[in-house]
């Protein structure tokens, strides 16, 4: 029998094996037991338990945990009996089977002692904490971690294997028993494993049983009740005679007369320095020991917090590096809550170094599991190489009811005296279709320059500034002066500012072509969301950031919508939505944590420009040219009707987003002036090029496939 089961979240099997007269058996002798096994779709089997017939004479429950390598997609979990008497010989049976997940959602039996693990000389020597429900033929680990790299489904960090520098001096320990260890014939063992028979280690006051909530992780549980520590107090010590600390501001400084910072119970395995350069600003916490590496805070208050906000860097893109990075799947970093003392630690993520080999600036909102009056974080390393491999760096946490180092503006709510930004000949209202905005449109004192400018904020690696801006909303803007729009940034104060970005194009040498933060009206003739990833020359503590018009007439009118300067988004929301406090609000038909689109997209293009009236059904964006017949623009192309751009300001043709996983080429046919017509001249100096390029996020950043100049195509090719 060998029902097909998804496997990833099961942790626990439990039946009733019946054989019983009239169900006859015969004689026992090798070969009649039944076997219990996993079969995955390729075929592999792994042997859960062995069932001799002699065991099973009157009904009984058999429990068996899965362990992490049965634990696969799309198996199947298997009874065999290869051996028989046949017809009526040789019988049993199964009942009530059950797949279950690895803990009771509210525990209700837990085992709980105290333990030292440093009784003397120092060792390597385990402490495992194990259980049996067939009196001891089969033991295994009360629990053992589901982490990434080691095993599919649930990730979770509980395990019941102690080792001496997790327990420093006598501690209490609460483990709630799975599933699999509730039954009537459990029994529990504490084994040594490894290090030297001298090792020493104590056990005391044990417990086993059923205790409320494991008594918060704050009491001791007894048969009568539980006996709650100083400070605490309920049926279940979850109620506190004083209130935990409500926040946690931590910048992680040295400090001579200070062990540990104030909010943190535990700092193992790490020192401040710069071994991972600057995380944040001056030395971090960095997490390069040989044993436990763990940052774990006290108890904290969380019921008015909403975001927890911190500084992390893992490894590092060079080889050479001080700051080494972890190369296994196993070897990341996890961040764990617990609201129960630290009998249960919920992960609220995990960090792997492909994506953290420079410092970023992450934050958490907070989940339900997370908010409680005594709830406390703990940043760790499971696995690692050893001292000076794998390393990684912490700075600058904080958990506060609001983000730091951000600011959002959300013009509908009309809150722009509380959201950090100023304004200079602007004002609140609609514009352009939409109800309402920061605008520039009174002609009054037009000698001033006109800006929106944002208020001092710490500007750091992986952050960002996106607003939508529109110029004119389709009227015409003069051409008589510069009238653009310049994203610039100040790091003294508003004394002197630059572009954010500066313009690389040809013939200039750069890694990467692209234009500088300057917008005019003929490409934001409507509304347009601009996304602009932080440079390292804006970064700094107290970095202003504004959007500025040095120059204006009467009829120059432009618009800002919403407005955030802060920690990028996940990928930045592939450029398909609005970062609002680190979560993407998606655009209508995108979907998700990072904005993927919900229908399919196209995975081919073929235009040859014959449909005059057409062009925004198969092009993103169109501008500075016109669909033109044969006789005009560039003459003949190829045939027919082609797309002529010659229009002043900027000239752009892109595509809609595509799906080009299986698409081998792009071909088009292509003229750069060389005709005696004057719609078809110049184009042949180098900064004439045109640029043919990718995006891969909603065109925020543009790659090169080619550079096209005017030289090779002064003939139609």
Known sequence: MCPNQELPHVWTINLWNLCTEPCSFGNFTDGLEVLVYTEDKRGHTRTLDILPPQKFRKPKLVSLPLDLKSKKMKSRICWIQKKHGGLNNHIWSIDSIQLLSRLPSIPSHYVQFGLNMNCGTKSDGRVKLEFSTDRGDNWYLVHQPCLPGRCPGQHHTMSSVFKPFEISGWQRVT????????????????????????????????????????????????????????????????????????????????????????????????TLSYACGVVASGKALVFNGDEMRKAETVDLNTTLSRYLQFSLRIGSESPVSACLSPDRPDEAVILDVSCNGGIMWDTMKMFTASHYTTPRVEFIHLLPSAIGPSCRFRWWQPNHSGHKLDIWALDDISLTSKLYNTISLDVGKLDILDSGVKLHLGEIGSFCGKLNAVRFVKPEHQEESRSITTNAVHIGPSHEVEFELVLGCGQRFSDTVDNSVVLEYSTDHGMNWNKVVSSCLPPQQCPQYQSDSKYSASEFRQWKRVVVPLPAHTWSVTTMLRLHQAQWTPGDSWAVGHLYVGQQCPELCSGHGNCFEGVCRCDPGYSGETCQPIKPLKTHLREDFSRMGELHETWEVVLGGEVVPVKKGCGTILSGESLHFSQAGSRILSTHDMDTRHTDFVEFYLRIGGSNLLSCQGGMKRENSILLQYSLNGGITWELLKELQGDDYRNAK
């Open 175 to 270: 483990v709630p028993l799975p599933y699999a260890a509730l039954t009537s014939t459990t029994r529990l063992r504490w084994r040594q494993v490894g290090g030297s028979v001298q090792v020493h280690w104590g056990i005391d006051t044990v417990f086993i049983g059923s205790c409320p909530k494991g008594c918060g992780g704050h009491g001791y549980c007894k048969e009568s009740g539980c006996i709650c520590d100083f400070g605490y107090s309920g049926d279940t010590c979850e109620e506190t005679t004083a209130s935990h600390p409500t926040s946690l501001v931590e910048m992680l400084s040295p400090s001579a007369d200070q062990v540990l910072p104030a909010r943190f119970m535990s700092i193992q395995g790490a």
